[in-house]
């Protein structure tokens, strides 16, 4: 089986909610292509300021002297 057509199949399975609406609604407009599926979803559910957000707080990751890794992370987790 095709990777694509794997994720394909799988996708709707790991979709709740809002989610789960969107794909049932719009499965049809993406003409049975997953890239197109993909990006349109990316598009609707991950938005580009919020990406660049949580991509500046990786970045910015900080453990302090004397921190531990598990300490540092429930801070950043926060």
Known sequence: ??????????????LTGRAKKWYNHHVGNSQGDWDILRKDFY???????????L??????????DN?????????FDL
């Open 43 to 53: 598009l609707i559910f991950f938005l580009v300021e919020k990406v660049a957000k």
């Open 67 to 75: 921190q531990s890794l598990g300490k540092a992370w429930h801070h």
């Open 55 to 64: 991509r500046f707080e990786i970045i910015g990751f900080k453990q302090l």
């Open 1 to 14: 089986m095709a990777d694509k057509t794997l994720r394909w199949k799988l996708f709707p399975f790991s």
